[in-house]
């Protein structure tokens, strides 16, 4: 099966033609900029480029977009231009061209306001029922583009799977409030408990929705790190979140206190990835338990994968000290 990805230069495009290379299966990368893990350079926007990467292809994999961070460096055009009209490129001549299955990489930010309760209210329990309520251009054309997939699915029977990956960029984080309190990576630890994953199990859970795409037909599926928390953990967690995985991890703290970390005080929502590891047969093996005992070890707490994809950044130039120009 012969497989094109788009944004090959990108964090999730490279883990992924890297791990087709590296199992030897037929794989066409394809980026608006070269790199080592891209065979083609060309816009997704330009039909005649895709048309002619479209041949010979049994599969697509889209990665390519335009994210939260350029936001401010991005027109609301652009974002449309990449993130729908090229979509919507890739799904025509995806369908010319006989394609058969194709994969969406989506974005929990398309939960957008949804994911936010009142400040009196529990934490949110955010699943595939939850409707989103996108509060910026980049949910919003992400949520357009999943639309798409599905119209394609009912109008041209191409089997489509969105999938809406939560956190799994390296980059310091887009709050500038975070950056200023937390230490990067014990922000991030944090986030495993409710809403980051690593990029070996995106890429897993990515090629195990190649495998089963013609199945399921048309699927939407939370794709971040497995949960420790249940919904009647939800009340806590919003006004004293430390409590709760005390209970949970006993001496989370006495590793945290080594390292100068924290908890959160407070945690807004919790991602549910039922669904997808019961559609898919995905078992991520990157948790919070997981990433606590390589602590505990003193060893690294990312996988060889993210290790080996780095940091990519989101723009081209800097903005004085800090990585984003504004937060939004």
Request: charged share 25%; with cysteine.
């Amino acid at each position: 099966m012969r497989t094109l990805v788009t944004g090959s230069a990108g964090h999730l495009g490279e883990a992924l033609v890297l791990s087709f290379r590296s199992a030897r299966r037929d794989v066409l990368g394809i980026d608006l900029k070269p790199s080592a893990y891209t065979d083609a350079v060309g816009s997704i926007v330009d039909r005649q480029f895709v048309r002619e990467c479209m041949r010979g292809v049994d599969a697509v994999v889209h990665t390519a977009t335009l994210h939260k961070p350029h936001v401010a460096t991005h027109s609301r055009q652009a974002f449309v231009d990449t993130n729908v009209t090229g979509t919507l490129t890739l799904l025509e001549e995806a369908a010319a061209a006989g394609v058969q299955r194709f994969i969406f990489t989506s974005t929990t930010s398309t939960f957008g306001a949804a994911m936010t309760p009142p400040a009196s209210a529990p934490a949110a329990w955010i699943d595939e029922d939850v409707v989103p309520i996108p509060k910026n251009i980049y949910g919003v054309t992400k949520l357009a583009a999943e639309e798409l997939c599905r119209l394609f699915h009912w109008n041209e029977d191409l089997s489509c799977v969105v999938l809406r990956t939560s956190r799994f960029f390296p980059e310091p984080d887009d709050r500038a409030d975070v950056r200023a309190a937390y230490d990067d990576a014990n922000a991030k630890i944090n986030e495993f408990l409710y809403r980051r994953v690593d990029i070996e199990d995106v890429v897993s859970a990515h090629l195990l929705a190649l495998e089963r795409c013609r199945d399921i037909g048309f699927g939407c599926y939370i794709i971040s790190a497995t949960t420790p928390f249940t919904t009647g953990d939800l009340a806590a967690l919003r006004t004293d979140a430390s409590s709760v995985v005390r209970r949970l991890y006993p001496d989370f703290e006495r590793v945290y206190a080594a390292r100068g970390w924290r908890m959160f005080p407070s945690i807004d929502r919790v991602y549910d990835n039922t669904r997808a590891r019961n559609a898919l047969g995905w078992q991520p093996a990157h948790d919070f338990a997981a990433v606590l005992e390589r602590l505990r070890r003193g060893d690294d707490p990312r996988s060889a994968l993210a290790r080996r994809i780095g940091a990519k950044g989101y723009h081209d130039r800097t903005f004085g000290e800090v990585p984003y120009p504004v937060d939004r």
